[in-house]
């Protein structure tokens, strides 16, 4: 997700996709402030997953909402949040696909490689609704 309102500087050179989860129960702020010439400052509320677009030398900073305060609570090199892009997903097509019990559907499985780890999602068939 490219940023719309906050361009990356025409200088900057290696941008990353990154993903941010908020998974405490209060509000955060994530700010990145070590790259010059570019602001970059989010309302992340409790659950929500923030994707955004950053330097690779980028630093997230999260501070977590108190009473009529924030306090920096995590410093995140965005190198560390890298999330790799749709074209670098792999199908799996080397076994028999399962089905869904539901919706009788095959189930696809998707390998993501991030860094030398592989993680498998499973992705049912969509249900249509007469």
């Given at each position: ?31 990145i402030s070590n790259i010059p010439n570019w602001y970059f400052e989010r309302v992340v509320f409790p ?84």
């Amino acid at each position: 997700m490219a940023q719309i309102l906050d361009p990356l500087p025409p200088e900057q050179s290696g941008k990353i996709f990154c993903c941010y989860v908020n998974a405490t129960s209060k509000i955060q702020v994530a700010r990145i402030s070590n790259i010059p010439n570019w602001y970059f400052e989010r309302v992340v509320f409790p659950g929500q997953r923030l994707v955004f677009e950053a330097p690779k030398e980028a630093q997230l900073e999260i501070h977590t909402g108190m009473m009529a305060s924030a306090i920096l609570s995590d410093t995140i090199p965005c190198d560390r949040l890298t999330i790799t892009e749709p074209s670098n997903y792999e199908f799996v097509s080397n076994s028999q696909p399962a089905i869904d019990p539901i919706n009788k559907k095959p189930i696809v499985q998707i390998n993501t490689k991030t860094g030398d780890f592989i993680k498998s999602l499973q992705v049912a068939g969509l249900v249509s609704i007469d």
